[in-house]
């Protein structure tokens, strides 16, 4: 990630020094995980934005929500996981946490 900030093709008009189609998902969690620790809101914003419609799982989401603090997608994506056919996999388990996972059970439950 920094290769691009600090690089010659910087866009200063991009809270993260790049244009969108430079970064993947992978660059853009890492961004939001300094963003977050380093109290950068503008590069946190924009790195939300720009994850907002990758193809991250819903299990993921809820994951990255709870660690640095995005709270429109544990929402989003709880309401996901609730409504869908099958159960969380083990992996997802993991992801998510023993407290969301058995919030997940419950609520499938009750719907």
């Known amino acids: ?11 200063i008009h ?6 969108e189609h ?3 998902d992978d660059e853009l ?5 300094l963003a977050h620790s380093w109290k950068f809101d503008v590069v946190h914003e924009e790195a939300v934005a720009r994850l907002s419609d990758s193809k991250l799982t819903s299990a993921r989401k809820i994951q990255l ?3 640095y603090d995005v709270p429109e997608w544990y929402a ?3 309401h996901a996981l ?3 056919e099958e159960c969380l996999s083990i992996e997802e388990a993991k992801e998510v946490g023993l407290e969301t996972m058995t919030l997940v059970s ?3 439950d009750f719907w």
């Open 76 to 78: 989003l994506s709880l």
């Open 22 to 24: 430079t970064l993947n």
């Open 65 to 67: 929500a709870q660690l």
């Open 82 to 84: 609730v409504l869908r």
């Open 106 to 108: 419950s609520l499938r």
């Open 1 to 11: 990630m920094f290769v691009y900030l600090f690089s010659a093709d910087v866009d």
């Open 14 to 19: 991009s809270p993260l020094g790049c244009p």
């Open 29 to 33: 969690v890492s961004a939001l995980k």
